[in-house]
């Protein structure tokens, strides 16, 4: 069983910076692409930005390209996204997420079989 476990959340001002980092255990994370989304109230979860098993390739929505960026240490069992310029849109509880499967979108929450507990992000203006 993996456990994907969220830090990084906070309270920051609009234009500030912020970096989620999302630990793995389990042996279940080798080779697996990881994602992460968002919700905020009463509003659907969406996509953010998602990374390859490799590293090698990253997804990211049209509103956070540019100002996010994800990585990953495979070594360490972790993901993260570097948040820049954040906006009051940012607002959100965040959440990581372990692909189930090779195949499918990147962008689906359906092809993702893990997910951690959430961070709360708030971005005042």
């Known amino acids: 069983q993996v456990q994907l476990v969220e830090s990084g959340g906070g309270l920051v001002q609009a234009g500030g910076s912020l970096r989620l980092s999302c630990a793995a255990s389990g042996r279940t994370f080798s080779g697996r692409g990881m994602g992460w989304f968002r919700q905020a109230p009463g509003k659907e979860r969406e996509f953010v930005a998602a990374?390859?098993?490799?590293?090698?390739?990253?997804f990211y929505a049209d509103s956070v390209k540019g100002r996010f960026t994800i990585s990953r240490d495979n070594a360490k069992y972790t993901v993260y996204l570097q948040m820049n310029s954040l906006k009051p849109d940012d607002t959100a509880v965040y959440y990581c997420?372990?692909?189930?499967?090779?195949?499918?979108?990147?962008?689906?929450?359906?092809?993702?079989?893990?997910w951690g507990q959430g961070t709360q992000v708030t971005v005042s203006s």
């Open positions: 990374v390859s098993w490799s590293g090698d390739t990253t």
């Open positions: 997420a372990l692909r189930g499967s090779s195949s499918g979108s990147y962008y689906s929450g359906t092809v993702y079989a893990y």
